[in-house]
């Protein structure tokens, strides 16, 4: 980022912040460290420039000199090009609904989301410096419990129809030798496809009903002989509470089928829906209101806009009571639950993880590693905010919209309901007597988005259908807007048929029992809940493989423009003209940063990335007609437990059979860290065209550089396979290694980690990837192209399908678009150099007094991060205190938390390892406190190693039982007042600005207090 230019600030008023109050949000590149710094900590290393250090990787896989990549623009012009992006965009009267509902954003909204201590905090795996985030997920989970009657709903999956993936997966494994799905062909398209794209070589089968053309649902009759002629390969039914038309089902006939056929039963719902007085809670279907087993939804709506369709917010529930525990452990995902620290205090903390990739890995429920952690926290703030009467209104406003236009549009000579019959809620379909598309073009010139047009939906039915939804966004002169223009394109004509009416077993019974609270006493909470976490503005954040780097605070102003928050995903190509460059700016800047040829903005997080990366192969292979014969994918012992979970969701199921492998073959390290090349050789020659691909990080996980990979890579290209290199580590190595130099087919990158999208707690993560030309064809979602001055979007001739409801995270593509404008192709080359140059110069100072992992690998050159670990005499020093070897290193992590900082990454990928990973973030005196600390803390498990028996000290809650918090599972409560926190002992900003030895005696007065208050 530049920071020159003739008015060089005269656009800062238009921010909401003042970026020269913010010591980081200014520095060139967003780099604290000077270059006078640098040359010191290069001088250090006996370098002399930041090239000096990628010395050891061969020139061949080089980029000759920094690929362009974009414009560097200045922190001025960065404004004002951003405002002008999302001024391309028409913010019309829109009324649609359809795959992404529209409702008012809550005031809290905005507030929370300024809130740094939750936004850019990590996943809250270290629960003693992370009930801020905890705690925001609870309140999502129980606000969610309370509208659905559901006792477990998880902290959230990507968006609606991924999490409906992930509830077919469950039905499969709860029903025992099943393999179909029959979902209603009523649900929204989109949702179809992603389920289909999915399924593709996992031997799931999934089978649509069809919509009865006359009523606009679906006939559960039809439904019930086709479930029968299934038999025991059925799993489940996946029926909507209010279909693609608008229409509601039966989800009490449903619930009943799938009672008596025992197979589970999912319903998909509009939480919005279900508030007091509005539609019957899914806990409650069924003519016994026994409930149906699983509930999937979206509830993006709950907290955000539109947003171009994402971030989504996927919400799972499951039953958890005493007639039904075990259910859930068939899922996947993230669940939090109620637990106590070592004094009694209540505390929160995520429990079932053993369902896990990073514990499972190939066992694992699925490959998921986020959630969308930060959209649940504002959704669980909104529905608080929203208190009991307010959701109640959004509900009940968007049904009375709906029934005042579904009264006066069908006054008009030609316009009827589709389905006169069939109950609507708050969307209905009309019949129009022209072509709904020209009808919606004159609306356009109107200023007017008219709905959607649903005409394919009943296939071959030759009518012409609009979808218009209401909702609470709405006014009543958009209604006399909506009418007027129907007045000035149809005639006249009095129509006496009445509404449908709601049957009264469709509708809620009884209350919801939200509170109903104050604003500045949600905010004031929500304010104590981000002060209870720690964030990269702050301090160094070392964990190891996350990239707990800066945030800068314009990219989320830019990602809140309403320019861009307003526009629906089906709004039509021309009035998105603003998202469309957006996303066409992130293809071309990360061809350049990859030197690969395309790239698919579609998938929403890197484990998601890895999923489309494995499709990609299949889909290559297929067309070769090699899909059955490609069934080996090669992967690293060192991986990150996402690769293999991965390919056994892709459909690389390890198993043997008849004495033949398939699936996953491990390829352990050599005795340098880096890949066993001769085993990989062998391995190559026994599977040969077996071999689907490879799966490999670089840097890998123990922070070294690849070096064999291009000669990997021509190897497994030899034998016909394909590579993935997962690029979780991007940070390492953006602007300086040409991925297709190396011989790259796929590879991902972690805008959440490299591209400064905030982590928000544990995601939305994204996960963008990008090609090799074996590959441009298969691409899932949209490509965006440039027809002159214009965008448009085109599909891939032989694409894989949709990973998505729509075109992904969309406002984390603006987040990245404007972070990488403000780098250009040098400012990309200079954030990894000095983020290898930082984490190389802690390695330097820290290997004197503590050994590294992998063993005998201490001269290996570090990239990005590197493993501590301790002596054996440490190991035995520290167990005669009393912590066992198993419970070491993560006790020595949470020391990490009394000096007000976050862990390392501990136990991986080396069992007794501690992971740090610095980034280029941070100034030198930064790192040299940070050298002091884990110094300090060498002295202190030496010397008074007890210490670790009570440690954390200074936390808001001590160490939690996270044992007894899983033996005794607590999903949710009803909420009639804000929880109880407890506050930090001493907050982590004052520790980190305090002297290290006497925070060193304060830890050693601490634990004396708790050892004389246990024997108390």
Partial sequence: MTTSSTNADTNFKKLPYDPKSLPRELTKYYISSTKEEQSQMLKALNATELKDLFSHIGDNVKFDKAPFVCEELSYNDLIAHMEGIAAKNNLKTCFIGDGLKNYKVSDIVPYVCDLRGLTTAYTPYQPE?????????????????????????????????????????????????????????????????????HAKETGLNIITIPTDKETGITNVDIAHKMASDLGSDLACIV??????????????????????????????????????????????????????????????HLALAPNFGGPGLGIFGIRYNDSNKLDIRQTAGRFVGRAKDTNGKEALCMVLSTREQHIRREKATSNICSNQSFVASAAGAAILARGEQGMSDAALIGRDYAQQMAQVLTQFKGVNLAFPSTPFYNEFVLELPMSVKKLQALASAANMQLGVDVSKRLHNDGRHLLLLSFFDVHTDEDLEKLENFFAANFEAEENDEFLPEIPENFMRSTPVGLPNLE???????????????????????????????????????????????????????????GCLEILYGIQEMFKSITGLPAVTTQPVAGAQGELVGLKLFQGYHRNNGEAETRNIVLIPRSAHGTNPATATMAGFETKTV??????????????????????????????????????????????????????????????????????????????????NKMGVDAVHNNLHKTWTIPHGGGGPGDGIVAVSHRLVDYLPGIQVVKVGDKFDVVKAPKSIGSFHRHVGNFAHKVRAYTYIKALGGNGVRDMSGVAVLAARYLYEKLKPVYPSLPENCENETRMHEFILTISKETFDRIAAGGTPKAQTMAKIGKLFLDFGLHAPTVAFPEQYGLMIEPTETYSKAELDRFVEVVQAINVLINETPYVLTTAPHFTPIRKVDEVDANKNLNFMENLTKLPHLYQNVIDPVVLSKMDIAVVSKDIQKAHLKAVENHHA
Avoid at 150 to 179: C, D, P
Avoid at 685 to 706: C, D, Q
Wanted: hydrophobic share 40%; proline share 4%; aromatic share 10%.
């Fill in 129 to 197: 410096r992370s009930q801020g985030t905890l705690q925001t997920l609870w309140i999502y989970s129980s606000t969610l419990s309370m509208l659905t009657g559901f006792e477990a709903i998880n902290a959230s999956f990507y968006e609606r129809s991924t999490a409906l993936y992930e509830a077919i997966q469950t039905a499969t494994r709860i029903v025992k030798n099943s393999k179909t799905a029959l979902v209603c062909e009523s649900l929204f398209p989109g949702d179809i496809e992603v389920l289909k794209t």
């Fill in 239 to 300: 029926f909507p509470q209010v279909n693609n038309f608008g229409n509601l089902e039966d989800v009490h006939s449903f619930t009943d089928l799938c009672s008596q056929l025992q197979v589970q039963s999912i319903a998909i719902f509009d939480p919005m829906l279900l508030a007091t007085d509005a539609l019957t809670p899914p806990a409650e279907f069924g003519t016994q209101k026994q409930g149906c087993n699983m509930i999937v939804g979206e509830g993006q």
């Fill in 519 to 577: 604003m500045e006493e949600i905010k004031a909470f929500y304010k104590n809940l981000a002060d209870l976490n720690v964030s990269p503005d702050d301090n160094i954040y070392p964990l190891g493989s996350c990239t707990m780097k800066y945030n800068p605070y314009i990219n989320d102003w830019a990602a809140s423009l309403k320019g861009f928050t307003d526009v629906h995903p089906q709004a039509p190509i021309e009035d998105a003209q």
């Fill in 658 to 739: 008849d004495g033949v492998q398939y699936g996953i073959v491990i390829i352990e390290a050599d005795t340098t860290g880096h890949i066993n090349l001769e085993q990989l050789k062998a391995e190559i020659t026994k599977y040969n065209k077996r071999i689907a691909g490879v799966m490999v990080t670089n840097p890998n996980t123990s922070g070294l550089f690849e070096k064999s990979f291009k000669e990997m890579a021509d190897l497994i290209h030899g034998a016909g396979g394909l590579v993935y290199m997962d690029g979780a580590n991007m940070n390492a190595i953006a602007g300086w290694i040409d991925l």
